[in-house]
């Protein structure tokens, strides 16, 4: 089992950068890639940004590939979401997941975390 906790969402303005945190415990992150996906209000789940076990792989949304950047530390067990130029359409609660290889699609995933949201204004 492997448990994921979010941190570092809040309320930016239209333009500003945000850095997201999710740390494991449970298991040894370097063992699984990550994701973050994010769900807007009225919005289904969609893919953000996933990396492998490594950090050697990253993948990226066509809506965020050039402004948000996904990195990982093994030794302290937290992936992070870098995200810059944020616009009101990233507003959106983002979650954490870990899964054993890399996907764009939820079911690739195994654990969840309750989620960080993120709020840009204009």
């Known amino acids: 089992q492997v448990q994921l906790v979010e941190s570092g969402g809040g309320l930016v303005q239209t333009g500003a950068s945000l850095r997201l945190s999710c740390v494991a415990s449970?298991?040894?992150?370097?063992?699984?890639?990550m994701g973050w996906f994010r769900q807007a209000p009225g919005k289904e789940r969609e893919f953000v940004a996933t990396i492998n076990f490594s950090g050697g792989v990253t993948i990226y949304s066509d809506s965020v590939k050039g402004r948000f950047t996904i990195s990982r530390d093994n030794a302290k067990n937290t992936v992070y979401l870098q995200m810059s130029r944020l616009q009101s359409e990233d507003t959106a609660v983002y979650y954490c997941?870990?899964?054993?290889?890399?996907?764009?699609?939820?079911?690739?995933?195994?654990?969840w975390g309750q989620g960080t949201q993120v709020t840009v204004s204009s």
């Open positions: 449970g298991r040894t992150l370097s063992s699984y890639a």
């Open positions: 997941t870990a899964g054993l290889h890399t996907a764009r699609a939820q079911g690739g995933y195994n654990w």
